[in-house]
């Protein structure tokens, strides 16, 4: 299982982004992926769910309206986009996944089985 996440960099206050997370060794649909992001100094928080099937999209309060998840099965990849970035968004931004059934919540850290390297995302002011 391979988890691998691009598209991070360097971006101004309202600005955008999208990050992506190619996944591999394992049946998308069959699995729901994740976003997480770390900040220094802090702990790694959960920003949006997604399961392609019997799944949805879930977010985090404090990027509703601003993140985006989304799947392309064709390409096992979930891609997050990040719109009106804030310096607070600044972190280190994670894909994880883990096997479920069906995706009725947003995902909790300990949940997830595998993780990606992260790309740091950074935003100034």
């Known amino acids: 299982v391979q988890l691998v996440e691009s598209g991070g960099g360097l971006v101004q206050a309202g600005g955008s982004l999208r990050l992506s997370c190619a996944a591999s060794g394992f049946r998308f649909d069959d699995y729901a992926i994740a976003w997480f992001r770390q900040a220094p100094g802090k702990e790694r928080e959960e920003v949006s769910s997604?399961?392609?099937?019997?799944?949805?999209?879930f977010y985090t309060d404090s990027v509703k309206g601003r993140f985006f998840i989304s799947g392309d099965n064709a390409k096992n990849t979930v891609y997050l986009q990040m719109n009106g970035l804030k310096p607070e968004d600044t972190a280190v931004y994670y894909c994880a996944a883990v096997e479920v059934t069906v995706l009725t919540r947003l995902l909790r850290v300990n949940e997830m089985r595998y993780w990606g390297r992260g790309t740091l995302v950074t935003v100034s002011s």
């Open positions: 997604f399961k392609s099937r019997y799944g949805g999209t």
